[in-house]
T-cell receptor, first 113, second 110 residues
Framework: AQSVTQPDIHITVSEGASLELRCNYS??????LFWYVQSPGQGLQLLLK??????LVQGIKGFEAEFKRSQSSFNLRKPSVHWSDAAEYFC???????????FGSGTKLNVKP | GAVVSQHPSWVICKSGTSVKIECRSL??????MFWYRQFPKQSLMLMATSNEGSKATYEQGVEKDKFLINHASLTLSTLTVTSAHPEDSSFYICSDPSHTFGSGTRLTVV
């Protein structure tokens, strides 16, 4: 069965500290993996995506993610968090570019001043 | 990149009335669009896949008679919540096949 697990519901980090958000997936075919960010009451903004090639993917706002097939993981990282990064982050997996998505439950990030 | 326009961004309606939500793919000819629902403090759940010129494909447990989906052109898909009830209050969001999302619609049924 297809699924995405984000084990951390809430994470709090201090501004300037590093961040890693975990994502594990289960997918029966070659996975296409995505990270989105959602601010309260807003839609989803794509941070980055992985289709193939280099397993370390760079995204917007200084985020990166690493695809590890052996661990079925696609963790999101940022070396130095800014207060404006406080939001909810969703990991998603799909098939090819035109297949439906499966979302994780989300991780809410709080940033301490 | 692709742009998806969703309208309205919020709507309040009375129980028993119907509400239509539009999703436009502004620079992508979308034969398929995806509709999701997000309850408060929860993740997004796929409701249905709209298919241009044919019937939508609904996910298990989604009432097709309550959530009417029309995809009449390559740029427009609509979701109509019929005979809305308070339990239909939610955040509805669409995406195009490139998984670019609209800004979402907050529906409140009173």
């Amino acid at each position: 069965a297809q699924s995405v697990t984000q084990p951390d519901i809430h994470i709090t980090v201090s501004e300037g500290a590093s961040l890693e958000l975990r994502c594990n997936y289960s997918y029966g075919a070659t996975p296409y993996l995505f990270w989105y960010v959602q601010s309260p009451g807003q839609g989803l903004q794509l941070l980055l995506k992985y289709f193939s090639g280099d397993t370390l993917v760079q995204g917007i706002k200084g985020f990166e993610a690493e695809f590890k097939r052996s661990q079925s993981s696609f963790n999101l990282r940022k070396p130095s968090v800014h207060w404006s990064d406080a939001a909810e982050y969703f990991c998603a997996v799909g098939g090819n570019n035109f297949n439906k998505f499966y979302f994780g439950s989300g991780t809410k990030l709080n940033v301490k001043p | 990149g692709a742009v998806v326009s969703q309208h309205p961004s919020w709507v309040i309606c009375k129980s028993g009335t119907s509400v239509k939500i539009e999703c436009r793919s502004l620079d992508f000819q979308a034969t398929t669009m995806f509709w999701y629902r997000q309850f408060p403090k929860q993740s997004l759940m796929l409701m249905a896949t709209s298919n241009e010129g044919s019937k939508a494909t609904y996910e298990q447990g989604v009432e097709k008679d309550k959530f009417l989906i029309n995809h009449a052109s390559l740029t427009l898909s609509t979701l109509t919540v019929t005979s809305a009830h308070p339990e239909d209050s939610s955040f509805y969001i669409c995406s195009d096949p490139s998984h670019t999302f609209g800004s979402g619609t907050r529906l409140t049924v009173v």
